[in-house]
């Protein structure tokens, strides 16, 4: 084989390589485009020692995913607290492990999110937040084969300290 065939060879295979990639990013962000409701009667809450789970919103939360292209993705989050409040933010992101700002309602501060994609099929992500730039969540978003259901397991944090407080499992529907 000549220089010339090995170059071409690296090239078409590299190119390759970004083009699965590229896809790769694209179908994660397609699977969950759409609209979400939460299932509050199969999403839970665990409070760890001296921590308390927050009382169940009084609507259930709208979440609304949309595919931006150049793997940008934007979230919409819609809902009403328990004590009858709208709340909810909004999140341009990719996922590609970089702190993006979280926009929400009575924030106490700077909050971001960083996605990094685990499978685009199945889809999976992880993705931490930060108050102030200290961690306050861990998680991990996975989507169910059939496409219909969005489970987030969450892992909250206290951010002075970074010891647990809640383990939270929201399970979504696709709408």
Not at 23 to 32: E, K
Not at 48 to 53: E, I, K, N, Q
Request: proline letters at 4%; charged letters at 15%.
């Amino acid at each position: 084989m000549t220089r010339l065939h090995i170059r071409a060879t690296l090239v078409l295979g590299l190119f390759a390589l970004v083009v699965l990639a590229t896809t790769a990013s694209a179908q994660g962000n397609r699977s969950l485009q759409g609209t979400w409701k939460q299932n509050m009667a199969t999403s839970t809450c665990a409070a760890m020692s001296g921590a308390t789970c927050a009382a169940a919103p009084q609507v259930t939360t709208t979440r609304t995913y949309a595919d931006m292209g150049g793997g940008w993705i934007s979230i919409a989050n819609d809902g009403v607290n328990a004590a009858g409040i709208p709340n909810g933010n909004r999140i341009m992101a990719r996922r590609d492990g970089k702190d993006y700002p979280i926009a929400g309602r009575s924030q106490p501060d700077y909050v971001t999110i960083a996605f990094m994609m685990k499978s685009a099929s199945p889809y999976s992500a992880d993705y931490n937040t930060k108050l102030g730039g200290k961690i306050t969540s861990n998680a991990t978003e996975t989507l169910s084969a059939d496409g219909k259901t969005l489970t987030i397991n969450v892992k909250n944090v206290n951010p002075a300290d970074g010891q647990p407080t809640t383990n939270l499992v929201q399970v979504w529907n696709r709408q």
